[in-house]
């Protein structure tokens, strides 16, 4: 790309759930790229699925984005000149550019339904050919097209894919990447509803804000390829395209939430602080210099370069984030971790929210404490109510697989509040066998350590959705390394 051309880059995550520690991570060398060359930093959201995204996830991305300290000079809340910034408010855009497409012949409408589509991918996983769409409405003439969509039968439209060569394109961390056009499916691009898919609307909001790098994680260098069949048949000019490495477990998986909090709002309920959370990501895959690896996002931002990262797939290690986060707040003065500490859970507001579950077991100010303290403390120890933990009757992989599961369900609950939880949890119980008494008390220990708490499900809306989650996971973990009970032996009377 030219130099002449002003910087654009965009972080555009979608609103279906929380706000993840990715998303952090890539934009915070989305940002710091930027700001290194005087450019813009937008801001995109990627609502087109229509059945999971929601305004609260989307309000939580941009106030986490906030509070680790990232600002975007455009985007859905701002504005800009490239707007909208929301791609549920795009529609008309990509349905004119899709049409431009089937009307060149780079796309086609394919009328094929849910169940011959299942029962082909069947087909081809048992002969262990490449599972893929074969391309039946592709031989459709025009015109057979048009009456079939004509006469209101439901249809997508796929990208039509070269069969044959190599789609060969530069990264700028990896070099030159090829990829067999035989194993790329012809990818859909417009659905059903008429929403587009990610592919589509990446490519055409890209091109249309004037995006002129598109720095992602390496999970999406697989689909590069079809995002260039895209520039090119619509005659644009593509992107620089840098895949930045995943942030991986310290077994070198990517990471999860079952092996680490991925929620930026954990980070934020657990009193890390921001800037310590956003210079261990500047860490991940990155070096300012030899081995100092304490540094202000303005430091990192004066001598940036994408020449200094690793691919080696950077570990996201909590204990190892803690330790910065220790060194960030012993360089605080008192006054300083007073305030941080009335910003974290000692405000107004959080004492206020904590009074009703207090006040009718208090008979003196000195009891609020340990009533509450579980409130305040990030992982719990278990250990002291170990018989409270297995139910009579469960064994250690039955109970953990219950609060795991639980954790799954709680993953997509969108009402945190006790009005929300409580049918949501007795739906559950009688889903997986287990009597409400018995779920209840388990699920009350798992988040407190404790028999005897407030109310569970008020309980579990003071700690909020991140805090109450980890702690389940980590109760999982717990009863998961109990022993399992010896098996039933014969009694015989003699």
């Not at 261990?280 to 931002?301: H, K, N, P, V």
């Not at 909590?318 to 971790?337: E, P």
């Not at 002291?384 to 697989?401: C, E, F, I, N, S």
Request: aromatic residues 10%; hydrophobic residues 40%.
């Amino acid at each position: 790309m030219s130099s002449a051309i002003p910087v654009r880059v965009r972080i555009a995550p979608s609103p279906t759930g929380d706000p993840h520690v990715g998303t952090a991570y890539i934009a915070l060398f989305n940002y710091v790229f930027a700001k290194k060359n005087a450019g813009q930093f937008i801001l995109r959201i990627e609502d087109t699925d229509r059945t999971r995204s929601t305004p609260e996830s989307e309000t939580a991305i941009m106030e986490s984005l906030r509070w680790v300290g990232l600002q975007w000079d455009e985007g859905p809340d701002i504005g800009g000149p490239c707007g909208p910034y929301r791609q549920s408010e795009r529609a008309e855009i990509y349905r004119q550019h899709v049409a431009k497409l089937v009307e060149s012949g780079a796309a086609y409408r394919c009328f094929c339904t849910a169940e011959r589509l299942e029962a082909l991918r069947h087909e081809q996983r048992r002969q262990g050919l490449f599972v893929g769409y074969d391309g039946l409405c592709r031989g459709r003439t025009r015109t057979e097209s048009e009456t079939r969509a004509g006469a209101g039968e439901p249809f997508v439209i796929r990208l039509a894919m070269p069969r044959t060569g190599e789609i060969i394109f530069v990264d700028r961390l990896r070099g030159e990447v090829k990829f067999d056009n035989a194993q790329i499916d012809d990818q859909i691009l417009m659905k059903t509803d008429g929403f587009p898919t990610y592919h589509l609307a990446n490519v055409v909001d890209d091109h249309l804000m004037g995006i002129t790098h598109v720095i992602r994680a390496e999970e999406w260098l697989s689909s590069t390829p079809k995002h260039m069949v895209l520039y090119q048949a619509f005659g644009w000019q593509p992107p620089e395209w840098i895949h930045m490495p995943l942030l991986r477990n310290a077994d070198k998986s990517k990471i999860s939430k079952r092996k680490n909090p991925v929620s930026l709002g954990y980070y934020r309920a657990s009193g890390f602080l921001p800037e310590a959370l956003l210079n261990y990501l500047g860490t991940m895959g990155w070096s300012i210099a030899g081995d100092r690896e304490q540094f202000t996002l303005d430091e990192m931002i004066a001598v940036f370069t994408f020449d200094r990262i690793s691919l080696g797939g950077p570990v996201f290690d909590l204990v190892k984030l803690s330790a910065m986060n220790g060194d960030y707040l012993r360089a605080l003065d008192d006054a300083g971790v007073v305030a941080r500490l009335r910003t974290w859970r000692l405000s107004d507001d959080y004492l206020r929210s904590l009074i009703p579950l207090a006040r009718e077991r208090m008979q003196r100010l000195d009891q609020f404490l340990p009533l509450t303290e579980f409130f305040f403390s990030g992982d719990l120890d278990y250990a002291p109510v170990v018989k409270d933990m297995l139910p009579k009757g469960r064994t250690p992989k039955q109970t953990a697989d219950c609060l795991v599961t639980f954790v799954e369900a709680l993953d997509v609950q969108r009402d945190f509040s006790p009005a929300g939880l409580e049918p949501m949890a007795r739906a559950f119980a009688e889903k997986s066998g287990w009597a409400t008494k018995e779920f209840f008390m388990l699920v009350r220990v798992a988040i407190s350590a404790r028999k005897a708490t407030p109310p569970l499900f008020e309980t579990m809306t003071g700690l909020g959705k991140d805090m109450a989650r980890r702690r389940l996971r980590q109760a999982a973990e717990f009863v998961k390394r109990l022993p399992e009970p010896p098996p039933p032996t014969d009694q015989k009377t003699h």
